[in-house]
């Protein structure tokens, strides 16, 4: 006689016994069983994260238990996805958008530049006359804004949706700082309150036609990257490293996330590789390279070795990111391209 389902019981242990039981997850809208992360929740942890209210927890339920007993259940059963992440149903504002390519750019640790990579990476794109927008994933960090010098809240579209502002370059990007009084103001929010917010940044933004959105995470494999590898279709994503041995540590355990989750890595950054004196002397000041070791465990090529540059530094304090000009920058770019046409 099968066992009584309930409440603390672990998702990943359920469906591990009873495969009958993942199609009813997801006909309760419940993705946690296509996540080897979300999946070692209990059933009521999932369904804090997804905002049941207990009457809709307690049918899951008895949906579960009638699944196993081979009864039927009041939902229609959905396959798991598979593969890339859960598309967002776009809301009415956003039919006519067309987004060709969602490139994450991921670390795992924080600090070693994930937000200046994309920043100048789609400053790079924006250059070789490609469509860019920007989603600013660090909810509670948020530095995309003010690196561009975007400022003041986004209007309602003529679609209906969110208008993203425009920086000087043309590169549309939305941040959660352009919604605060003050961009000092914390966000005091737990994990669901995140996800949701990146969620309506890439389904009810009135992005337009781009031909990337880089969207910019946090750091560490919890809430922001499961929701951006879950729920965005996610076309490749680029891991940021530097050469020191701990963020190494940390970064090898942002590739094994994004393995876990099936997403595919289209190549590795080594930020903060080296600095160049005026005289052309290179000092790595953060130890010598480990891009080696990290092409070898993603599997994915490495497209740029970046310097220190305190000039940068300037520029994206006073929102001007936009008008540095680095040959390695442009490398990393074309890099990038041909990647994903190698991909293809």
Same mark, same amino acid.
């Given at each position: 006689?099968?066992?009584?389902?309930?409440?603390?019981?672990?998702?990943?242990?359920?469906?591990?016994?009873?495969?009958?039981?993942?199609?009813?997850?997801?006909?309760?809208?419940?993705?946690?069983?296509?996540?080897?992360?979300?999946?070692?929740?209990?059933?009521?942890?999932?369904?804090? @994260?997804?905002?049941?209210?207990?009457?809709?927890?307690?049918?899951?339920?008895?949906?579960?238990?009638?699944?196993?007993?081979?009864?039927?259940?009041?939902?229609?059963?959905?396959?798991?996805?598979?593969?890339?992440?859960?598309?967002?149903?776009?809301?009415?504002?956003?039919?006519?958008?067309?987004?060709?390519?969602?490139?994450?750019?991921?670390?795992?640790?924080?600090?070693?530049?994930?937000?200046?990579?994309?920043?100048?990476?789609?400053?790079?794109?924006?250059?070789?006359?490609?469509?860019?927008?920007?989603?600013?994933?660090?909810?509670?960090?948020?530095?995309?804004?003010?690196?561009?010098? @975007?400022?003041?809240?986004?209007?309602?579209?003529?679609?209906?949706?969110?208008?993203?502002?425009?920086?000087?370059?043309?590169?549309?990007?939305?941040?959660?700082?352009?919604?605060?009084?003050?961009?000092?103001?914390?966000?005091?929010?737990?994990?669901?309150?995140?996800?949701?917010?990146?969620?309506?940044?890439?389904?009810?933004?009135?992005?337009?036609?781009?031909?990337?959105?880089?969207?910019?995470?946090?750091?560490?494999?919890?809430?922001?990257?499961?929701?951006?590898?879950?729920?965005?279709?996610?076309?490749?994503?680029?891991?940021?490293?530097?050469?020191?041995?701990?963020?190494?540590?940390?970064?090898?355990?942002?590739?094994?996330?994004?393995?876990?989750?099936?997403?595919?890595?289209?190549?590795?950054?080594?930020?903060?590789?080296?600095?160049?004196?005026?005289?052309?002397?290179?000092?790595?000041?953060?130890?010598?390279?480990?891009?080696?070791?990290?092409?070898?465990?993603?599997?994915?090529?490495?497209?740029?070795?970046?310097?220190?540059?305190?000039?940068?530094?300037?520029?994206?304090?006073?929102?001007?990111?936009?008008?540095?000009?680095?040959? @390695?920058?442009?490398?990393?770019?074309?890099?990038?391209?041909? @990647?994903?046409?190698?991909?293809?």
């Amino acid at each position: 006689m099968a066992e009584t389902i309930t409440a603390d019981m672990v998702i990943h242990d359920i469906v591990t016994k009873y495969p009958a039981t993942v199609k009813v997850f997801h006909g309760h809208g419940l993705p946690c069983t296509a996540c080897a992360v979300g999946a070692r929740e209990s059933v009521a942890g999932g369904a804090r @994260t997804h905002r049941f209210t207990p009457e809709k927890l307690e049918q899951l339920l008895i949906d579960l238990n009638a699944a196993v007993r081979g009864e039927p259940v009041s939902v229609a059963p959905k396959k798991a996805p598979t593969g890339r992440g859960i598309p967002l149903t776009m809301s009415s504002s956003s039919v006519d958008r067309k987004i060709k390519q969602v490139i994450a750019i991921m670390s795992g640790k924080g600090g070693v530049g994930k937000s200046l990579v994309t920043g100048l990476l789609a400053v790079s794109l924006r250059r070789q006359g490609l469509h860019i927008g920007v989603l600013d994933g660090d909810i509670t960090g948020p530095s995309i804004a003010r690196m561009f010098g @975007t400022s003041g809240q986004p209007a309602k579209s003529l679609n209906g949706g969110i208008e993203p502002l425009t920086s000087k370059g043309g590169i549309r990007v939305m941040s959660m700082n352009m919604f605060l009084e003050h961009e000092s103001d914390p966000v005091v929010w737990r994990g669901p309150m995140v996800s949701g917010a990146i969620k309506q940044f890439y389904n009810d933004v009135d992005w337009g036609q781009l031909d990337y959105l880089l969207v910019d995470l946090p750091p560490g494999t919890s809430d922001a990257p499961m929701t951006v590898l879950q729920s965005l279709p996610v076309d490749g994503i680029i891991i940021v490293s530097s050469p020191q041995m701990l963020a190494t540590m940390v970064v090898k355990k942002c590739i094994n996330m994004v393995r876990q989750l099936k997403g595919v890595i289209v190549g590795i950054v080594e930020n903060m590789a080296y600095f160049e004196t005026p005289d052309g002397d290179r000092y790595e000041i953060f130890g010598p390279s480990n891009g080696t070791e990290l092409v070898g465990l993603s599997g994915a090529p490495l497209l740029a070795q970046l310097p220190i540059d305190p000039s940068l530094t300037k520029l994206c304090d006073a929102g001007r990111v936009e008008e540095y000009y680095s040959p @390695t920058y442009e490398t990393l770019a074309e890099n990038f391209i041909n @990647t994903l046409k190698v991909k293809r």
